[in-house]
């Protein structure tokens, strides 16, 4: 009887210590990450899908890239709770540049 109530014991303490040390870690994108994803998602897409998007639509700001093109420019200010520092606000310039042709071909996000 001592010997099966040893192994219960071990049956169910073995998988409670294994939870303990198995952990998955999946780690945060890091903004240049976030950016460099969705540059990448944007290339060659036209202007007027650009304009036509739901979170973009017209630029806050247009200008000329000095080779003919575009350089359409958005200003997006978002808020976020951070347990360390409480909420923070940060505004997000966004640069999309259009080649003469009415394609993008970069785009450039910095936080102000």
């Not at 049956?11 to 294994?18: G, K, M, R």
């Not at 903004?31 to 806050?60: K, T």
């Not at 000329?64 to 200010?77: L, N, Q």
């Amino acid at each position: 009887m001592a010997k099966i109530n040893k192994l219960l014991f071990l049956l169910c303490i073995i998988p409670i210590f294994q939870s303990c040390f198995t952990t998955h870690y999946t780690p945060q994108k890091t903004d240049e990450q976030i950016i460099s994803e969705q540059r990448d998602s944007w290339m060659g897409v036209s202007e007027q899908n650009l304009y036509a998007h739901q979170n973009w639509g017209i630029p806050d700001k247009t200008g000329t890239d000095g080779a003919g093109g575009k350089i359409a420019t958005y200003y997006r200010s978002k808020s976020y709770y951070s347990s360390y520092t409480g909420y923070i606000s940060a505004t997000w310039v966004t640069s999309f540049y259009i080649d003469k042709e009415g394609k993008i071909y970069n785009m450039t996000a910095r936080r102000e």
